[in-house]
Antibody
Framework: EVQLQESGPGLVKPSQSLSLTCSVT????????WGWIRKFPGNKMEWMGY???????SYNPSLKSRISITRDTSKNQFFLQLNSVTTEDTATYYC????????????WGQGVMVTVSS | EIVLTQSPTTMAASPGEKVTLTCRAS?????MHWYQQRSGASPKLWIY???KLASGVPNRFSGSGSGTSYSLTINSMETEDAATYYC?????????FGGGTKLELK
């Protein structure tokens, strides 16, 4: 069974970078697509971006200048980096497997809550 | 960007009651996907490509719609169905989510 687990710091200072890891078991990240989604306080959800089986990426234009998604295939992990964070980046961050055919997310991690505060 | 508007925002249903949740898109989309999120848990794919039930989803659930109007229906509400349901479109970049409908047990 596909399982995903996010990890990373729960507290980040404003203007710093947020870095999260998604560890995948039960499936190779060199197959399929893998994405990041966040859920803000108040329930709004935002698709952030994805990385493909080949390493190509696509990002939400609202984040394009600040976001980077990379991977380590030897560890079957992919990563999120979000630069120059503000308090508005406070959210629960999820990684998920992304089905490219009709664009939905079929397996999700448990999520990690990240607070941006000084 | 396509905006998805879900209604109602919150509702309560009694066991056995039929429930319909609606998702309206600001422009036409080809498919709608739905996720269930129970309190304290991560979202789960519930319905994909408008009407296909994800693995393990009870058949009292159904999905329908086209163009700008989609719905998720529960034929007979059960206790375990209390959750927040989100719609999501993948027809137009960037993919977007609705604001969710919180379904409570009456």
């Amino acid at each position: 069974e596909v399982q995903l687990q996010e990890s990373g710091p729960g507290l980040v200072k404003p203007s710093q970078s947020l870095s999260l890891t998604c560890s995948v078991t039960g499936y190779s990240i060199t197959s399929n697509y893998w994405g990041w989604i966040r859920k803000f306080p108040g329930n709004k959800m935002e698709w952030m971006g994805y990385i493909s089986y080949s390493g190509s990426t696509s990002y939400n234009p609202s984040l394009k200048s600040r976001i980077s998604i990379t991977r380590d295939t030897s560890k079957n992990q992919f990563f999120l980096q979000l630069n120059s964070v503000t308090t508005e980046d406070t959210a629960t961050y999820y990684c998920a497997r992304y089905m490219y055919t009709t664009d939905y997310f079929d397996y999700w991690g448990q999520g990690v809550m990240v607070t941006v505060s000084s | 960007e396509i905006v998805l508007t879900q209604s109602p925002t919150t509702m309560a249903a009694s066991p056995g009651e039929k429930v319909t949740l609606t998702c309206r898109a600001s422009s036409s989309v080809s498919y709608m996907h739905w996720y269930q999120q129970r309190s304290g848990a991560s979202p789960k794919l519930w319905i994909y490509e408008t009407s296909k039930l994800a693995s393990g989803v009870p058949n009292r659930f159904s999905g329908s719609g086209s163009g700008t109007s989609y719905s998720l229906t529960i034929n007979s509400m059960e206790t375990e169905d209390a959750a927040t349901y989100y719609c999501q479109q993948g027809s137009s970049y960037p993919w977007t989510f609705g604001g969710g409908t919180k379904l409570e047990l009456k």
